[in-house]
Structures are given as C-alpha cells and as structure tokens.
T-cell receptor, first 110, second 112 residues
Framework: GQQLNQSPQSMFIQEGEDVSMNCTSSSIFNTWLWYKQDPGEGPVLLIALYKAGELTSNGRLTAQFGITRKDSFLNISASIPSDVGIYFC??????????FGGGTRLMVKP | DAGVIQSPRHEVTEMGQEVTLRCKPI?????LFWYRQTMMRGLELLIYFNNNVPIDDSGMPEDRFSAKMPNASFSTLKIQPSEPRDSAVYFC??????????FGEGSRLTVL
C-alpha cells in the first residue's frame, strides 16, 4: 500500500498563479522523485532529488528534498493550462521499489 | 529513441475472457515493472522483473494474474479469467536505475 502522504489531493487555480504541493513520509527515503501524468498518458519523470536539502529547478518547476529525508515539495511558478495533470511524488531506497504518493490533481483555469 | 511501448491501448472484453497485455521496454533497461492504476487505489505495483527474472510479485492480486518476461525486450501480463473489478489502466515501466522509471502510455482495460 501507499506510504507517502501527498497534499493537496486536488487544486483548481487560475492561470498565472503559483502552485505548491508536498509529500511526507514516516520513513526515510534516499531519493525523492516527482512525476507528472497528463490525461490519458503514463507518468513522466519531472525531477529527481538525491541529496537531503537539495533544491533543484527545471524551468518553472522547483523541488526540494527535505533535510529529514522524510519530505519533499514541488513548486510550479506562473502556471499555464498545459500544467494540468496529476503530479505524483515517489520515494526510493536502493534495492527497494519506488513508493508513490496518492497524487495531486491540478486543474488550471485559463 | 522509442519509449516503452504497450499494446493494446484499449481493450474491452467480457467477464471470463482471457486478457493479454504486452510491453516492450526501452532497449538497455534491465528492470521492468507492471502497475495498475484506478481512481480508488491509485498506482499499484503488480510485479517487478530484473534482468528478466521476477523479483517481487507480491502485488499480483490473485492467481488469475500472471506475468512473463521471456527476453529483455518483451513482457506480458495475463488475466485469466477476467472480472469486472479488473477494469483499470495497466502501465508497464522500465528503468536502468530502479528509481527513475519510464512509463508506457498504458493499456485501458474494461471488463463488462
């Protein structure tokens, strides 16, 4: 079963607004990853974080690996309609399977 | 480069019929995963292969589900007999590093 708590479950925002979502766990992970799933498609890797405290940007996306290694957040700046989709966090430890959060469904109003 | 290729994209079948889903992973990847996605349960890992060998099948719901990987470029997930509760989107994913998965576009299964 899922062990990551991802919030919020859904967001409905206006185009141009910034978005923030986070993921927490009771367990430590050595790697945090963020995936995006477009409607009707499979999840696609957005950002991978490998070091506690690491802050990584990819265009309008910024993600951070929490110092405790039990949390991560993803920010999207100046949202656009194509940001619509489901965002999944995932935690990973070597030798183990990826653990996915429940997803944040993002809807953007033009 | 071609990504993970799944077929069929859509399958509608009647309860009791056999369903076979197919996956071609990315060349060079040594790990292959089958996931099931539903609104209620999200993404569930069904089975994981490493170097064509099943490593963890604890997520396979029951004996009606089976998966094979006869070689590095092909895998199948079979449901026999299918039931309406098996309706879901089934994803295949491959990776070289088990954390960074590359997903296929999914096979949407509807069992009537």
């Amino acid at each position: 079963g899922q062990q990551l708590n991802q919030s919020p479950q859904s967001m409905f925002i206006q185009e141009g607004e910034d978005v923030s979502m986070n993921c927490t766990s009771s367990s430590i992970f050595n790697t945090w990853l963020w995936y995006k799933q477009d409607p009707g498609e499979g999840p696609v890797l957005l950002i991978a974080l490998y070091k506690a405290g690491e802050l990584t940007s990819n265009g309008r996306l910024t993600a951070q690996f929490g110092i405790t290694r039990k949390d991560s957040f993803l920010n999207i700046s100046a949202s656009i309609p194509s940001d619509v989709g489901i965002y999944f966090c995932a935690g990973h430890n070597a030798g183990n399977m990826l653990t996915f959060g429940g997803g944040t469904r993002l809807m953007v109003k033009p | 480069d071609a990504g993970v290729i799944q077929s069929p994209r859509h399958e509608v079948t009647e309860m009791g019929q056999e369903v076979t889903l197919r996956c071609k992973p990315i060349s060079g990847h040594n790990s292959l995963f089958w996931y099931r996605q539903t609104m209620m349960r999200g993404l569930e890992l069904l089975i994981y292969f490493n170097n064509n060998v099943p490593i963890d099948d604890s997520g396979m719901p029951e004996d009606r589900f089976s998966a094979k990987m006869p070689n590095a470029s092909f895998s199948t997930l079979k449901i026999q007999p299918s039931e309406p509760r098996d309706s879901a989107v089934y994803f295949c994913a491959s990776s070289f590093y088990t954390g960074e998965l590359f997903f296929g576009e999914g096979s949407r299964l509807t069992v009537l």
